[in-house]
């Protein structure tokens, strides 16, 4: 009973310094006193915390406030370049690698391509930069771990790759096999529950608690964020939202399915309705006319450039682009109602009407009482949203314990 005691107030003391340390990085120049008014913890309890944070040099004194009698308080800084992050992101193109500091600021940063590599070959591929990385590092004592997301279906307590179909990798043990090779502590997540992490750790989303992050690529991904934790689900496949149905008897899909989201949602499927209705229907476009006739050219910027200008084409396939993917977030809206969906990938940046689109035919399909707060935004992560989201994943877990 005494040990159960010790160890619970150990586990409050490590939730409250990390409820002090998230709020010193998020409001900080702060006084110890408004930290703890602003958090309704005592006095002493900050005081002690803050001690303890100084002293890992996380955090440092700079300055005073003003006050309206008495001494002036001490203000406190979040220092995000007390320690560093290696951040990996692994997609089925390339290997991206980072060296971070704790506030998502990139101080050396390389890019690989995987020349097609699969299964144990990527996995080698992906140790081997990792090392070489590494080993050009300077200060190893700072870093606080390695972190990796992938696409594909991830243990994330075990760091276990479980499923990835592209890559061909199966149950690949990628935490311990980083750890093995690197002596330095590894953290595994898949690659969208990573970035719903980062819209809410470094992005413009962390005052929601329930958030709804949605790509859209060469397929379709979702990460869902309920009360600021991942939701999961059993074997952790939760979000899966490409392969949610929404037509019967429609297009066969990868996963052996009929009529999932992806097939209707997704660039190649954008890109081949383009091609077939240049060439087998005749369409007059002014896609053709940006690409020079040139139609392998015709990438997702060029569809989005003949949206903005009101191409009739590029509309009438946009439309049947966001009315599918409505379909499934009004479906999710109502299992999940969350506080606001985020959308990202190259179709939905700076295609203002493709999220106008999508909030209309949303608040007309949601049930009255969500109509209000229908809440569906572009991501905020910008660029370098693979590393944060890698950086998200690390610090999430040791910066930012919440109280459930
Ligand atoms: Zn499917």
Redesign the pocket.
Known sequence: MQKQRTGDLKLIQELNRSIILDTIRKKGPISRSEIAKKIDLSPTTVTSAVNDLINEQLVYEDGVGSSSGGRKPVLLRFNPSAYSIVVVSISNSYIKIGDMDLEGKINRKEVYPTNQAQGEEIVQFVLMVINQFIDTKIDLERCQGISIITPGIVDSDKGIISYNSKLNLYNIPLKELVEENTNLPAFVDNDVNAFVLAENYFGQFSQYRDLLYITIGEGVGSGIMVNRAIFRGFKGSSGEL??TSIVQGGIR?????QG?L??YVNWPSIYSKIVSAIMTKGRTTLIKDIVGNDLSKIKPKVFVEAVNKKDGLAIEILEDVTNHLSVAITNTMHLFNPEVVILSGDIVQDNLHFLDKIRKTVSGSVIPILKQDVNIQSTSLGTEFELLGAAAVLLHGKFQFQIT
């Open positions: 490409g392969h899909c990868e996963c052996g399915n999932c992806e097939n």
